[in-house]
């Protein structure tokens, strides 16, 4: 039985997402489109992206209710993604949402994209509640936070130069691979040898909670320089693997050596990378080793998607905390209580 059902926008960059997630956390429908014109740059134009929101979005909703099997009177407040993202396309979702919200007479909820990667660990994991260390892994950021209670954290590292998600796409692309390149690593990387080459571990030594990813870039392009292209094709997957392991190994040793240091009995897993094979096995057993719990996100809520936002939505629904109509996306860094 549900009390309520939410209607949850996300286009914070390329992809356009919408959802329906009920009071109990349950995904009625999530359906995202994706961009594919933006692969002929290599990269994201944030100009077309966000005037392909503004022809997505209409029919996605659309969709998204048929596929709920309900109505748009069925829909009791509507959620978006207000920051981080593209100003551009956090400003489509933004002003959709506040346009649906007003016309329906419902309230508007304001989500934190890095708190809705969180959250995506309630659509598997619903009774999960803090405290908990959360280790927020994406293409854009790679924060260490502690939860004392869902409104209430602090951020016990981060990165000092890229993103984990942003290693993983670099490297690929200077290994000739596709884009995303976290998924194709991991990928490859299942056939290759991790001690292959031996790449270095950012801050690993240091007595902190921080990471690093811009020494293992430079430590991958200077290993492929002086190699011959066959050599490097017929071990790509030793490479790759051996690139995987030297993103991944921090990113659990400093999860473990916080989780340590202050008995912490549950770990989360979140953000696109969260869905990286290796990390989740070696958290596992790591996690293990000092009894404590590990959750992450059911696969198809890793990356981003709209039912994440929803899922955050409900817990403000509840809170009764309300965006006003005068709403509009900021720019910012990271995780944050909007
Ligand atoms: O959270 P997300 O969907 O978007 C941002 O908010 O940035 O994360 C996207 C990132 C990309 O860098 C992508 O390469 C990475 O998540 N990613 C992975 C895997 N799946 C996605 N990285 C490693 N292994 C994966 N299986
Ligand atoms: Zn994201």
């Given at each position: 039985m549900s009390d309520f059902n939410i209607l949850a926008i996300e286009t914070s960059c390329d992809d356009t997402s919408v959802a329906v997630v009920d009071s109990e956390y349950r995904v009625l429908a999530n359906l995202t489109s994706t961009q594919d014109i933006h692969q002929q740059y290599g990269g994201v134009v944030p100009e077309l992206a966000s005037r392909l929101h503004i022809k997505y979005l209409m029919p996605l909703v659309a969709d998204c209710l048929k596929k709920a099997g309900i109505t748009i009177k069925d829909i009791d407040a509507v959620a978006v993604a207000i920051n981080p993202g593209l100003i551009g396309s956090l400003l489509v979702g933004t002003s959709f949402a506040k346009s649906l919200a007003y016309s329906l007479s419902k309230p508007l909820i304001a989500v934190n994209h890095m708190l809705g990667h969180v959250y995506a660990n309630k659509l598997t994991h619903p009774h999960l509640v803090p405290p908990y260390l959360a280790l927020v892994v994406s293409g854009g950021h790679t924060e260490l936070v502690f939860f004392s209670n869902q409104r209430e954290f602090?951020?016990?590292?981060?990165?000092?130069?890229?993103?984990?998600?942003?290693?993983?796409?670099?490297?690929?692309?200077?290994?000739?691979?596709?884009?995303?390149?976290?998924?194709?690593?991991?990928?490859?990387?299942?056939?290759?040898?991790?001690?292959?080459?031996?790449?270095?571990?950012?801050?690993?030594?240091?007595?902190?909670?921080?990471?690093?990813?811009?020494?293992?870039?430079?430590?991958?392009?200077?290993?492929?320089?002086?190699?011959?292209?066959?050599?490097?094709?017929?071990?790509?997957?030793?490479?790759?693997?051996?690139?995987?392991?030297?993103?991944?190994?921090?990113?659990?040793?400093?999860?473990?050596?916080?989780?340590?240091?202050?008995?912490?009995?549950?770990?989360?897993?979140?953000?696109?990378?969260?869905?990286?094979?290796?990390?989740?096995?070696?958290?596992?057993?790591?996690?293990?080793?000092?009894?404590?719990?590990?959750?992450?996100?059911?696969?198809?809520?890793?990356?981003?998607?709209?039912?994440?936002?929803?899922?955050?939505?409900?817990?403000?629904?509840?809170?009764?905390?309300?965006?006003?109509?005068?709403?509009?996306?900021f720019p910012t860094k990271g995780l944050r209580v909007v």
């Open positions: 602090k951020i016990v590292g981060r990165t000092q130069d890229d993103a984990a998600g942003e290693a993983f796409d670099k490297i690929a692309k200077l290994l000739g691979l596709g884009f995303p390149g976290g998924p194709i690593i991991d990928k490859l990387a299942s056939e290759g040898n991790p001690q292959f080459v031996k790449f270095p571990r950012g801050m690993n030594k240091k007595d902190n909670y921080n990471f690093s990813f811009s020494g293992l870039k430079t430590a991958v392009l200077n290993y492929l320089e002086d190699k011959d292209p066959e050599y490097i094709k017929e071990h790509l997957a030793d490479i790759a693997a051996s690139a995987q392991m030297a993103i991944v190994e921090p990113l659990v040793t400093k999860t473990l050596r916080f989780a340590r240091n202050n008995n912490i009995m549950y770990v989360v897993l979140a953000g696109g990378v969260s869905a990286n094979s290796l990390l989740r096995r070696l958290m596992q057993e790591e996690t293990a080793n000092i009894s404590a719990n590990l959750y992450y996100p059911d696969l198809q809520y890793c990356m981003d998607n709209a039912a994440m936002i929803g899922a955050a939505a409900v817990d403000k629904y509840k809170n009764g905390d309300f965006a006003s109509l005068d709403l509009n996306p």
